[in-house]
């Protein structure tokens, strides 16, 4: 069994037989020695493979090694002399398992991210895109456990569905459904009307799972298709709500800084400079709390140039969310109490009746991140707004009848996984933190 590069920096002694499997992300060929730099995607660094020249296949193959051969090494781990490295490999046996060409895109030089992505398939062997998804696999992990630790059940909401839990109509409808269900398919938008199901049986619930929108946002922070993660709570109000937001950001976030230490360390210093700063103080300080009608009053005093005018009523754009969160209180703000008019048909009423029990979490560089709200659980107050959203209460039936029996208020929220992936790494753009990326004009891979 050949080892994980990871471990092999971390825990091998010297002196030790060891090997390898991986691809060569540089190869120097000096007279007489080869110095290969392995990489297995386990950890940002790679392995130095020292192949001399006394090895059987080293004229024949060693000496012409590229970026992006895939080799097997085997040999003694050594002290290494060079810096920054504890061990290397200095190999008695090297197999080369698959070879490259001078059209291998990755060679030593930068690329755009912009490039990158036409070249999916590849890029996830480059530090930065490696690191994301490192990043990833383990705010899924803290996820999971956050949830879990807290008694939380992982619920398994379907991704086709015939309800819209938005009311927003960005969904995608699937060709044939009607023929296929007997009424029209779409691609699910949110798991949270079925996660209410989940609450009001197993009290605390989450999904996470990917989602679709088909709304034709071509920024920086929306995907056709990306990952959310819904916990629901029952016998739970909004304030609970925010508390259980504040707490999970904190959590996954201190988890990502603990445990991707070196993928930080990188992004730290080549994407986004001050990120772990950034990460450690939010997870330091209490979360600013306001109301909608506070955040509104303001950015109407702030003096601040807006390209969108801010009054009362209006849904707040990225430029607001950030001057709140960047210039205003200079940490995360969860901003509550949203006009009714400008929010889903499912938020509890307040007895202003002018708004309803919203919250959104917003942070530095992103804006939202977390939108959630407690939900209506009076069902003669939510069939009214169902009426007056000008939905068709039939479709909802389920919805409803869940208000006859045995109906406690609850509560839960939206977190876009790939947003919180954006936030932690300081990758500018959405789309280099998901694999394969879906956007308007683009389903390759
Ligand atoms: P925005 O105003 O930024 O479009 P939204 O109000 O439509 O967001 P919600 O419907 O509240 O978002 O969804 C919950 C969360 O899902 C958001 O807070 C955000 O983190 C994430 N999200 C929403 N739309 C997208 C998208 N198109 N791509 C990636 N993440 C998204
Ligand atoms: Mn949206």
Not at 99 to 116: I, M, N, P, V
Not at 156 to 184: K, Q
Not at 315 to 327: A, G, P, V, W
Request: proline fraction near 4%; hydrophobic fraction near 40%; include cysteine.
């Amino acid at each position: 069994m050949s080892a994980r590069v990871h471990g092999v920096l971390r825990e091998g002694t010297p002196g030790s037989q060891v090997s390898v499997k991986g691809w060569l992300r540089t190869a120097r060929h000096s007279k007489g020695l080869s110095f290969l730099d392995v990489s297995d995607g386990s950890c940002m660094n790679g392995l130095q493979v020292v192949a001399p020249p006394d090895l059987a296949n080293y004229d024949d193959e060693i000496r012409h090694l590229t970026t992006g051969c895939a080799i097997h090494a085997s040999g003694e781990l050594v002290e290494s002399p060079g810096k920054g490295q504890r061990v290397e490999l200095r190999a008695s046996e090297i197999e080369v398992i698959g070879t490259t060409g001078d059209d291998y895109a990755l060679q030593k030089k930068r690329h755009s991210f912009e490039f990158l992505r036409t070249i999916a398939h590849l890029r996830p062997r480059t530090n930065t895109i490696g690191a994301v998804w490192r990043v990833r696999n383990v705010a899924a992990r803290a996820i999971h456990d956050f949830f879990q630790e807290r008694g939380f059940v992982w619920l398994h909401t379907p991704v086709l569905t015939a309800a819209d839990a938005e009311g927003a109509g960005e969904m995608f409808e699937l060709a044939g459904s009607e023929e296929f269900f007997g009424r029209t398919a779409r691609l699910t938008v949110s798991g949270q009307l079925e996660a209410e199901i989940g609450a009001l049986s197993h009290s605390q619930v989450y999904s996470f799972g990917p989602t679709f929108r088909a709304e034709n946002s071509n920024t920086s922070r929306h995907l056709s298709e990306f990952w959310m993660v819904e916990p629901e709570m029952a016998f739970c109000d909004l304030e609970g709500d925010v508390d259980l937001a504040e707490a999970f950001l904190k959590s996954v976030i201190e988890v990502i800084l603990a445990e991707c230490a070196d993928d930080m360390a990188f992004f730290n210093e080549r994407i986004e400079k001050g990120v772990v700063e950034t990460l450690e103080h939010i997870v330091a300080s209490p979360f600013e709390r306001m109301t909608y009608s506070e955040a509104v009053e303001i950015l109407e005093r702030s003096g601040h140039a807006f390209e969108f005018p801010v009054k009362w009523g209006i849904d707040l754009q990225s430029e607001h969310e950030r001057y709140l969160t960047e210039e205003h209180v200079k940490r995360p703000v969860v901003l509550t109490d949203y006009p009714a008019a400008i929010k889903a048909f499912y938020m509890y009423a307040n007895d202003d009746e002018k708004t309803v029990r919203a919250m959104d979490v917003l942070v530095p560089r992103i804006g939202e991140i977390i939108g959630g709200s407690q939900r209506e659980h009076r069902a003669d107050v939510l069939e009214a707004r169902m009426t007056a959203h000008g939905l068709d209460l039939e479709a909802y039936w389920w919805y409803l009848e869940l208000r006859r029996h045995g109906t406690v208020p609850h509560a839960g929220f939206g977190l876009g996984f790939e947003r919180l992936v954006q936030f932690a790494t300081g990758m500018a753009n959405i789309r280099d933190v998901i694999p394969f990326p879906r956007v308007p004009g683009s389903l390759e891979f």
